[in-house]
């Protein structure tokens, strides 16, 4: 079971939700870069990675047997937030090409981006960290 919560006279927040409210088994999934399966990046482009990084975090998800429905928080480190910000509409749709359940539904768990000085991973420009709940 998930909850958003939202107080009565807060903005509506875009592509996020300020908290989430669920019970159930957890998953933690460690944050995911922009490599493939075989650990090699196919991109060093700032979105090409998010999509990889969204589409690694759908994989742990299933084995899970979880999606996107139970993710409840997200945090993204970027190593630029000028490539954050300028990925715009191209972001917003592998956002919603990864974050959509089978019904087509988009979810927005509670999310936070941070800019970073540097990922472990000298190529890697994202990494996304996922807290999911499974009722």
């Not at 998930?2 to 903005?11: E, V």
């Not at 927040?13 to 908290?19: E, H, I, L, Q, W």
């Not at 919603?96 to 472990?120: C, E, F, K, N």
Request: charged share 20%.
């Amino acid at each position: 079971m998930k909850t958003i919560l939202q107080p009565a006279g807060w903005a509506v927040p875009r592509g996020y939700s300020n908290a989430v409210m669920a019970s159930g088994t957890t998953i933690a999934i460690a944050g995911q870069i922009g490599w493939n399966a075989q650990c090699q990046f196919e991109s060093d482009d700032f979105v090409d990675q998010c999509a990889q990084a969204l589409q690694n975090i759908h994989a742990l998800l299933a084995e899970a047997k979880a999606g996107p429905e139970h993710v409840v928080r997200m945090t993204w480190y970027v190593v630029d937030k000028r490539e954050y910000l300028a990925g715009g509409k191209r972001l917003g749709a592998v956002y919603r090409q990864w974050m959509s359940d089978a019904h087509g539904v988009v979810h927005y768990p509670a999310m936070t981006a941070v800019q970073v000085a540097a990922l472990i991973e000298d190529r890697a420009r994202v990494e996304i960290e996922v807290t999911a709940v499974l009722p």
